[in-house]
Structures are given as C-alpha cells and as structure tokens.
C-alpha cells in the first residue's frame, strides 16, 4: 500500500460524522434509516459519508429493497490499526541500537 491509499484511510476518520457512524456501527450492523434517525442527519449527507468510510475499507454495505444496509469491516479495522502501526511506531522498540525519547518516556 501507498501513501494515497494510506491517507485516503486517514481522512475517512477526520469528520465529526463519519467518527459518529463508526461509533454507531460498533453495536452491530444498521440499516441506513437507522443511523439517519441516530444521528440526526439527511439522507444525501448519510451517503456521502457512507460513500467515504466504504471507500477507505472501514465499513461494508449491501442493499436490501430500497435500503443500504451498513456494518464495520473486521478486514478494513485490522488493516486500518496495522497501517497506523506502521507509523505510529519508534525503531527503538524492537532495536536497541536506536536511540530516541520514545522509551524514557513511558
């Protein structure tokens, strides 16, 4: 993976909205009327959103009648905590010939 894919990740979590529908989505799957009843929003501003977190790989959907049907991805979260990982990290926690801030400040 690439730094665009990377921060295309990033940005789908950098809304009040989006932060909102994932938190939601933790207690299970939800129909697209729900969340628009939750989370007190309109239908084209639910889509867009949805569009955004579907993009980045953080939620699946299907459509069932005139419906979408939404829930958290398991694939997209582990890929989403190990790209994070990647750079949320030092080199001198696996390495003691690096040195940095990172251990005295534990």
Known sequence: MGFREDVKKIKALTDENRLAIMLALQHGEKCGC???RELNITQPTLSHHMKILADSGLVDYY????????????????DFREM????????CETDSSV???YKEKK
């Open 63 to 78: 459509k069932e009648g005139k419906w979408m049907h939404y829930s958290i991805s398991a694939d997209g979260v582990k």
């Open 84 to 91: 994070i990982g990647s750079y949320a990290r030092c080199d």
């Open 34 to 36: 729900d969340l628009l």
């Open 99 to 101: 040195s940095c801030g």
